[in-house]
C-alpha cells in the first residue's frame, strides 16, 4: 500500500515518519511488508489507508489542485476534514487510530454486515425494519447496492426474506462487527472522548455528511456528526445527489482502489469521475484536467 508514494516521494515518505512517531506504530512496515492480518485489522488499516489518502491529497494541493466541495464515504469522512483544512493530518491519523480501536475493541461477536445487491432502497429498509432492532441499514451505496449490518442471528433472518424480495445477491462482508449500527454504541462512547482532545478548526470549503447528505461547517456539529457516524448509516448515494445538487460535476477520489469511482457511475451515471491512488494516476489526472 502507497508503496510508490513512500520510495518516490520525500514528503509522503516524511509525513509517514511523523505519522509513527505520533501513532507509536510501525505503519511504514504493515504498509510496505505486512503481514496482510495484521495490516487489516480495524485498528491498523483505518490509519494506513487514511495516511495514503491524506498524502495524495497533500499531493494534489501542492500541485494546485483543490477541491470546491467535499465529501468522504464513512471513516474518509475525516480525509474530507483535511481536506476541507479543519483537520491536521496528523491529528486526523490520531484520530482515526483512535477510532479504529474503539471498534475493534466494541464489536460485539456474532454480528456482521451483509451486502444487498439488486433491491430498491425501501425493500430493504423494511425487512430490516421487521427484525424487530437486529438488523439496520449500514451504508446506502448505490441505487441497488446496500450493506446491512446487525448480529448473525438478524442477518440470518432477513436473508431469506430479501432473497424472495428478488435480491441478486447476498454478500457477507469480510469485517469484525456490525459497523454503522446501534451495536457500536459502546465503541462510539470510548471514540467521543479522544476525538473531542483533538483540535479541529472551521471547514474553509463545503464538506457533505454521510449522517443526513447535508453541508455542515459549524466544528461543534461535525464532532457531533463523526461520532454518531459509527452508530448511524453511512448515505452515500444520498451525499453524491446533494454534491450534484451543489454544482458538482467532476468527482475525484483520492485514496486506495476505486470503490468509490465505480459507485458514483452508478449513482451518477452520466458525471465525469477520476481516481487518484497512486503518483502515476495523480500525474494522468493533472495532465487532463486544468489547474
Known amino acids: 500500500m502507497a508503496r510508490d508514494l513512500l520510495e518516490r516521494d520525500a514528503a509522503s515518505a516524511d509525513l509517514l515518519r511523523q505519522a509513527e512517531d505520533r501513532l507509536a506504530m510501525p505503519l511504514w512496515r504493515l504498509m510496505l511488508k505486512g503481514p496482510e492480518a495484521e495490516l487489516q485489522a480495524t485498528e491498523n488499516a483505518q490509519p494506513a489507508i487514511l495516511f495514503h489518502s491524506v498524502a495524495l491529497l497533500g499531493l494534489l494541493s501542492a500541485r494546485g489542485l483543490r477541491p470546491s466541495l467535499v465529501a468522504g464515504h464513512s471513516m474518509g469522512e475525516f480525509a474530507g476534514l483535511v481536506a476541507a483544512e479543519a483537520l491536521d493530518p ?32 425501501s425493500v430493504v429498509e423494511q425487512a430490516c425494519a421487521a427484525s424487530g432492532g437486529l438488523v439496520v441499514v449500514a451504508n446506502y451505496n448505490a441505487p441497488g ?36 449500527s446501534p451495536l457500536m454504541a459502546n465503541a462510539a462512547q470510548v471514540f467521543a472522548a479522544a476525538w473531542g ?95
Not at 479504529?100 to 439488486?118: D, F, I, Q, R, T
Not at 448480529?151 to 454478500?171: M, T
Not at 483533538?198 to 456539529?221: S, T, W
Open 90 to 121: 496528523l491529528d486526523a491519523l490520531a484520530t482515526v487510530r483512535a477510532r479504529g480501536e474503539a471498534m475493534s475493541a466494541a464489536a460485539p461477536k456474532a454480528s456482521g454486515m451483509v451486502a444487498v445487491l439488486g433491491l430498491p432502497d
Open 145 to 180: 447496492q446496500v450493506v446491512i449490518s446487525g448480529s448473525d442471528a438478524g442477518l440470518s433472518a432477513v436473508g431469506p426474506q430479501l432473497e424472495s424480495a428478488g435480491a441478486k445477491r447476498l454478500v457477507r462482508l469480510p469485517v469484525s462487527g456490525a459497523f454503522h
Open 197 to 291: 482532545k483533538i483540535p479541529l478548526g472551521a471547514l474553509q470549503r463545503p464538506q457533505v455528511f454521510n449522517a443526513d447528505a447535508q453541508v455542515h461547517q459549524d466544528p461543534a456539529e461535525v464532532r457531533r456528526l463523526m461520532v454518531g457516524q459509527l452508530t448511524g448509516p453511512v448515505r452515500w448515494t444520498q451525499s453524491i445527489q446533494r454534491l450534484q445538487q451543489l454544482g458538482a460535476d467532476t468527482y475525484i477520489e483520492v485514496g486506495p482502489r476505486r470503490t468509490l469511482t465505480g459507485l458514483v457511475k452508478k449513482i451518477l451515471p452520466g458525471a465525469v469521475v477520476h481516481n487518484v491512488e497512486d503518483l502515476t494516476s495523480m500525474n494522468t489526472l493533472l495532465e487532463n484536467i486544468h489547474v
